[in-house]
């Protein structure tokens, strides 16, 4: 019983994580098409004749590579990420670069969430607490990692 409450207590101390990583981010490309038409000809005995000029826009997505870190703040009070900018949308939220992380919950084996990017792409976070691997998955791309503790009382490095 003991050893269940310490495990407990020991599961909300806020942690801090840093995870390499990379994968895809889904970018919009925009493609302008510019036609010319013309037709000539008659009707009856009269002839006619008519030109014109258009100009379409074409949007899809493409698939951009990228390397990048992810931040996380958990168990804190104020759940949060820090998502690569490259996966970000044009229009979002967050604060300095961080987001709400949202309907956390964690047993032994994992902690799953969703970030809090905008009001329509909320991207999944999934942390292996074993392993150490991260996936996040969400419109604007996916993202695959490996985790780190980070103390925020350490020295600095350099």
């Not at 020991?10 to 994968?23: E, I």
């Not at 590579?65 to 229009?91: E, H, K, N, Y």
């Amino acid at each position: 019983m003991l050893l269940l409450i310490l495990q407990a207590a020991v599961a909300q101390l806020p942690l801090n994580l840093t995870c390499g990583g990379g994968g895809t981010a889904n970018k919009a490309a925009v493609a302008t098409v510019n036609s010319y038409g013309s037709a000539h000809g008659s009707v009856g005995t009269t002839p006619f004749g008519t030109s014109g000029n258009s100009a379409s826009t074409v949007t899809t997505t493409r698939q951009q590579s990228f390397a990048d870190q992810v931040d996380i703040r958990l168990f804190a009070g104020d759940d949060r990420i820090r998502l690569p900018r490259t996966m970000l949308p044009p229009l979002h939220g967050g604060s300095d670069g961080w987001f709400k992380l949202k309907n956390v919950t964690a047993d032994d084996r994992s902690i799953r969430a969703s970030a809090g990017v905008n009001f329509m792409n909320n991207p999944k976070v999934y942390i292996d607490r074993l392993t150490g691997t991260i996936t996040i998955s969400g419109k604007a791309g996916d993202f695959t990692g490996q985790c780190q503790a980070v103390d925020p009382q350490a020295p600095k490095k350099f």
